[in-house]
């Protein structure tokens, strides 16, 4: 079964810290994708890669990095994390084809 | 300025009656809908698909319905099952562009009452 996996479930950092976030995909995926999922918002993207070392900046860009050194894996990164960053966090990848594979989702809360 | 509109925040439906889900979007262009649904604590599912060549899609209990004119696609639960109780998310995308991102509207949370 195809799989993309988020590091953690849950996360609770405190405000100013650099956070990370890991997403690992084992379906060979050229495409990968940083969302965030607020109530009466729904998922906005933050970053995505269309290839190793490629990162493009979504709609909701700031106060965020990426970084893609291998295929499989995507990582977000919060580089001064703050309590508006408080979110369900979700990746996704896609091969050229369509449609998502969606991890688990990474719920964060800063304190 | 949203291009993919989901008006009604939730929907409250009985079990065993059916359940219609809205979704509007404003561009043209968009060739290919998703609907994807989403637990609690959980990552969104992709539930089923539609074409711009088509007008109807159907998957078992879920079918897509999609009037290019009126720029307006629905997602169609028949029957309506206590499990289908989740968060449903639309979504559009370009695919006859090949650079693939979806825009996904605010989704609409359905609670399928026993």
């Known amino acids: 079964d195809v799989k993309v996996t988020q590091s953690s479930r849950y996360l609770v950092k405190r405000t100013g810290e650099k956070v990370f976030l890991e997403c690992v995909q084992d379906?060979?995926?050229?495409?990968m994708f940083w969302y965030r999922q607020d109530p009466g918002l729904g998922l906005r993207l933050i970053y995505f890669?269309?290839?190793?070392?490629?990162?493009e900046k979504g709609d909701i860009p700031e106060g965020y990095s990426v970084s893609r050194e291998k295929k499989e894996r995507f990582s977000l990164i919060l580089e001064s994390a703050s309590t508006n960053q408080t979110s369900m966090y979700l990746c996704?990848?896609?091969?050229?084809?369509?449609?998502?594979?969606f991890g688990s989702g990474t719920r964060l809360t800063v304190v | 300025d949203q291009q993919v509109k989901q008006n009604s925040p939730s929907l409250s439906v009985q079990e065993g009656r059916i359940s219609i889900l809205n979704c509007d979007y404003t561009?043209?262009?968009?060739?290919?809908f998703l609907w994807y649904k989403k637990y609690p604590a959980e990552g969104p599912t992709f539930l089923i698909s539609?074409?711009?060549?088509?007008d109807k899609n159907e998957d078992g209990r879920f079918t897509v319905f999609l009037n290019k004119s009126a720029k307006h696609l629905s997602l169609h639960i028949v029957p309506s099952q206590p499990g289908d109780s989740a968060v449903y998310f639309c979504?559009?995308?370009?695919?006859?562009?090949?650079?693939?991102?979806?825009?996904f509207g605010r989704g609409t949370s359905l609670i399928v009452h026993p």
């Open positions: 996704a990848s896609s091969a050229l084809s369509l449609g998502y594979t």
């Open positions: 379906m060979d995926h050229e495409n």
């Open positions: 890669s269309y290839d190793v070392k490629m990162k």
């Open positions: 561009n043209s262009m968009f060739d290919y």
């Open positions: 539609i074409s711009s060549i088509k």
């Open positions: 979504a559009a995308s370009l695919a006859s562009g090949g650079s693939y991102i979806p825009t």
